[in-house]
Structures are given as C-alpha cells and as structure tokens.
C-alpha cells in the first residue's frame, strides 16, 4: 500500500443525512470519502492496517463511536479518529482523547473547524503509517541476522573494537570480522552510525 492511500475519510453515522452531509463537506478536500451506517459494518469492511481519517459520531445503536475507537487501537489500527458528537460531555470528551482522538468535536460544528481536523487527522496517521512500514522494514532486516551476527552487530554499535569482541564471545579476530560485514552488508548499512540508528529503530 502506498502513503498516499492515508488520503482517505471514512465517516461513520447512523443518521443518513448526516452521512451525506459529511461525505459532502469533506469531499471538499479532494480527499475520498466511504461512508457506514455503523461501527460493524464499517469494522467488516475495514483492514487495520490501512491509514487515513476515522470520523464518527458517538452515540450510535449498536456499537458507539468510542467503543469504535477502542476496537480499533486494539487492533493496532493507525486510522487517526476525529469524535464529533451531539450530546458530549467532560468524561466523554476526555476518553477519547486518552484513546489517541485527534479531536472531540460538538454538534452543531463549524465546518472550517472540522476540515482542519480531518486534514491534520491524515498527516498524523499517514505518519503513524510510515514509521510502522519502517519497522517492519527493520525488522525484515534483522531477520537476516543469524543469532551471532546479532550478537556482533550489538557489540559493535557500543563502540567495542573487534579484538575486544573476539575475546568477549570466544571467537577469532577473523570471524568476527566475517561476521561484522555480514552485518553491515545483510542490514543494508555503510557505518556503525547507520547500524545504531537501524537497532535504535528496531527497538
């Protein structure tokens, strides 16, 4: 999936004609806009690996807009969540934004408000998007490794020289150095700058 897949809004609602006043005004943005009538059946439609904008009132038969928002962090979703509601409160209100809410906003909404909402919504899950491809990245890099390649690669980036090494974990200055450029050329890195930055990564 490319980056540029972040630039769409999914609305929930179960009122039709705030659906489609929704779709509407945040079509506005050139983004594309798929809306549901529920939280189930927008959970049925949706993977959890796909970023965008979640935008989704509160109260709704069924499953809520906040229990929405939990399943999803829950599934590890990267979906940034705009709450807008018609009956919210301070308790409400502030349990939504412990769930990682980008903003919990009243009905009736200042459209301007809420399309400043929903386009700071993609740029935070578009970012979320691109530092998890990142890991996974760095994890399919270090799945290279053999155990003692990890090990080398762990020594070397504490600054230890390759002698040290080699008496530390009983091997030849020779192997060692074998397995250091093992390393370097499995994990796709020039430096021991860029091999810390990779574990720091990863980790």
């Known amino acids: 999936m490319q ?5 769409t809004v999914y609305v929930v609602d179960d009122d039709p004609a705030m659906r489609h006043s929704l779709g509407w005004l945040i079509g506005s943005l050139g983004v594309a806009v798929e809306s549901f009538g529920s939280g189930e059946e927008f ?3 949706m993977r959890a690996d796909r970023p965008g904008c979640l935008v989704t009132d509160v109260r709704m038969p069924g499953m809520s807009g906040l229990e929405l928002q939990d399943t999803l962090a829950r599934a590890g979703s990267v979906l940034a969540v705009v ?6 409160d301070v308790p409400m ?3 939504a934004f412990r769930a990682g809410a980008v903003d919990f906003i009243e009905k009736p909404f200042n459209d301007q408000l809420l399309l400043d909402r929903v386009h700071e919504a993609l740029e935070t899950s578009r970012r979320a998007w691109e530092a998890q491809a990142r890991k996974a990245h760095v994890r399919a890099l270090l799945g290279r490794l053999t155990p003692r390649e990890r090990q080398v690669a762990d020594l070397v980036v504490q600054g230890k020289p390759n002698k040290v090494i080699a008496a530390e974990i009983n091997l030849s ?5 074998v397995h250091r450029h093992n390393v370097m050329d499995k994990l ?3 430096s021991v700058s860029d091999l810390t930055r990779l574990l720091l990564e990863a980790e």
Request: proline share 0%.
């Open 83 to 88: 709450v807008i509601t018609g009956h919210g």
């Open 3 to 7: 980056a540029d897949a972040a630039r």
């Open 173 to 177: 200055l020779k192997t060692v150095e």
């Open 93 to 95: 209100a502030a349990r």
């Open 43 to 45: 959970l049925r439609a």
């Open 188 to 190: 796709e890195v020039a």
